[in-house]
């Protein structure tokens, strides 16, 4: 059996909205690993964490799971705000909030983040130094490469609307937003075939399409891969060969330059490994990894 509460991690001047997960049963008091998880740009608890978190946590895994703040249930504002500096703020303010759980032992905590989490993890692992695994799926590796798979006249649109919301930042106003995705040929951050409906295959209820679109200002110059080399826990990369919006080449970079990389490929894109027959195989495959490298160790 698993239970499940609500938790609030202080984080900036406000909290982030989570899901703690603790599977039951007699420990005798020992204190047990536990996985932070953390979605993709836009991205709430609701689409599909839980589904990765129940199978975590029914092997035994304790697990967090977050929204960044100005999202889901997440305080702060504006909302719909998303910025890369805060959203590592978060990890960091969610791994130290870990460590100060009762049952949780702080030498055994990883870090699991999907797309644009997925590229975030490396940097929070890089930068805390202490966390004992990371699981980065289908993730955002390169801003550079990831812009490149744009449509130019798209770019240019999302360079104007993101202009607009500086602007209306400057002048306190509500921020100007773009959907998260859209249609191919849209105005949107992911426009590949497919994006949309597989967005709201995933959203909950009441879910907000839309971000500030200031971010299109901090994409390009994101590089989270460079982290890669830094890392010196067990690091598992879950490709996805066809992936449009977060190419695989750029993946398969940084796991040859961490130190301890794995690497699983799935012949699906960069939506598939959330759904169906691909999110089975890959949470297999990361219950698999986590337990390995978490309860075989012996707790401090």
């Known amino acids: ?30 204190k ?7 979605h993709g740009i836009g991205g709430v608890r609701e689409m599909r964490l839980d589904a990765y978190a129940e199978r975590f946590a029914a092997a035994d895994l304790g ?16 909302r719909q705000l998303v910025s890369i500096k805060r959203q590592l703020e978060d990890w960091a303010s969610a791994i130290a909030f870990a460590r100060r759980i009762p049952w949780v032992d702080p030498s055994r905590i990883a870090l699991w983040g999907s797309s644009f989490g997925g590229g975030h993890v490396l940097a929070a692992a890089a930068k805390d130094g202490a966390v004992a695994a990371v ?7 390169d801003g550079r490469v990831s812009l490149r798979a744009i449509p130019i006249k798209v770019l240019m649109r999302m360079g104007m609307l993101a202009v607009a919301d500086v602007a209306s930042r400057l002048t306190g106003r ?31 209820p009441g879910y907000r399409e839309d971000i500030a679109a200031r971010i299109a200002f901090e994409v390009g110059t994101y590089r989270p891969g460079r982290y890669a080399a830094q890392i010196a826990c067990p ?24 130190p301890r990389a794995e690497v699983k490929h799935y012949p699906v894109g960069h939506f ?29």
């Open 1 to 30: 059996m698993v239970s499940r509460s609500n938790a609030e991690i202080p984080s900036g001047d406000t909290f982030l909205a989570a899901w703690l997960y603790r599977p039951d049963g007699p420990d005798g008091g020992e």
């Open 32 to 38: 047990r690993p536990l996985v932070i998880m953390g």
């Open 63 to 78: 697990v967090l799971v977050f929204d960044y703040r100005y999202l889901g249930a997440s305080g702060g504002q504006p």
């Open 135 to 141: 699981v980065s799926q289908c993730p955002f590796i």
């Open 174 to 204: 509500e921020p100007v937003r773009v959907p998260v995705a859209g249609e191919p040929g849209s105005t949107a951050l992911m426009t590949t075939p497919g994006a949309k409906p597989a967005m709201q295959r995933m959203a909950p």
């Open 235 to 258: 690091t598992l990369f879950a490709v996805c060969d066809h992936d449009a919006v977060t190419p695989p080449s750029a993946a398969l970079r940084a796991a040859s330059a961490a």
């Open 272 to 300: 598939d490994i959330y759904f169906d027959a691909a999110f089975e195989a890959a949470v297999a495959d990361q219950c698999e990894f986590l337990t390995r490298h978490l309860l075989a160790v012996a707790p401090v």
